[in-house]
């Protein structure tokens, strides 16, 4: 039975993991609130609130699947990549419970995590394409075996998230922007507005967002200034298809380099119900499997970090204590 913490962004998260795969606890508690009037996640305002809140939320993932810390076999946590003080919150606590109780400490990778997602919607084994969807990473993985990753392209710039967030900002609808796009998306016109589609043709898997986002930020200016009142759900949805445009076509272009007959999808925007559609329908009529992770372990939680433990559990891939937080990582290196 492994205890798995996750405190890497906004969301402090616990989840208590049985040797057989299965789980127990999955307890999320989420910032958005104190988040969503600064139109974005403020650090210092993480960490505070991860620190508030991670006693209460081990607690009640403990509860929930009727252990203690004592009567666990592990203590995980995420390590890496993400903020730095919210990231030192989580192993330092998972650091103490592991010091005090006598329990190994397993260290995860916050993006494996977000692979080994998948596995709790339906089974999925290597070898497969998958893509990391989220406000701080947009890349394309061939995950040649567990804990054997090539990465295949990546954002020159910007996330998908990050350009769906400031997006939203620039219309007034809040935070987090990208399932306040994605409904509005659905009501509006998708070839209402061309907005640039970079790097479509580039014939890499490099992927850049900042001049899309500069795009519609420069149409909503214009249109403004002429007087002109904003069409809001065809700029979403304008917005939102050209960013799906890309995504779909360097998808296609992985999964031809490396043969892989499975796609997966990981990260915040892997929520989004038109990108996982667009996916599919392109996809399976290329005999393509897709695999979409639940709309819940889209955002960061700890039942994913649980999953990756339990195999790094098995293979005795355990931490010392002198172990530090890390705000980057390269998801190719073993660790």
């Not at 009037?37 to 009640?60: M, N, Y």
Request: hydrophobic share 50%; net charge negative.
């Amino acid at each position: 039975m492994l205890l798995a913490i996750e405190t890497s962004c906004d969301e402090t998260a616990a989840a208590v993991i049985a040797g057989d795969g299965q789980l127990q606890s999955n307890i999320i508690a989420s910032q958005v609130d104190f988040h969503a009037r600064f139109g974005g996640v403020v650090p210092e305002i993480a960490s505070r609130k991860h620190t508030e809140a991670i006693v209460g939320v081990v607690d009640a993932a403990l509860e929930a699947a009727g252990r203690t810390y004592t009567s666990c076999d592990a203590i995980a946590v995420t390590y890496a990549p993400g903020l730095i003080g919210a990231l030192v919150v989580g192993v330092a606590f998972a650091k103490g419970l592991s010091w005090a109780a006598g329990l190994p400490l397993i260290v995860v990778n916050h993006l494996e995590g977000h692979i080994y997602a998948n596995r709790l919607s339906e089974a999925l084994e290597p070898p497969f394409v998958i893509a990391l969807l989220s406000g701080g990473h947009t890349m394309l993985v061939h995950v040649r075996d567990w804990g054997n990753y090539q990465v295949l392209g990546q954002t020159l710039d910007d996330a998908v998230g990050e350009a769906f967030d400031k997006v939203a900002k620039a219309l007034g609808l809040g935070y987090p922007g990208g399932p306040i796009i994605g409904r509005l998306a659905a009501e509006g016109n998708p070839a209402a507005i061309e907005f640039p589609r970079a790097l479509l043709h580039s014939g890499d898997l490099a992927f850049s967002l900042s001049g899309l986002k500069t795009a519609v930020l420069t149409y909503i200016r214009q249109e403004q200034a002429a007087g002109r009142e904003l069409d809001v759900p065809d700029v979403a949805a304008s917005f939102q298809q050209a960013i799906i445009d890309v995504q779909v076509a360097k998808a296609l272009k992985a999964l031809e380099q490396t043969g892989a007959k499975t796609f997966a999808l990981g990260g915040g925007v892997a929520a989004n119900q038109a990108l996982r559609q667009a996916y599919t329908q392109a996809l399976e009529a290329r005999g393509i499997r897709v695999i979409c992770p639940p709309q819940l372990a889209c955002t960061d939680n700890a039942a994913m970090i649980a999953l990756v433990a339990l195999d790094r559990y098995r293979a005795a891939h355990f931490a010392s204590l002198d172990i530090d937080a890390q705000a980057t990582s390269n998801l190719e290196e073993p660790y």
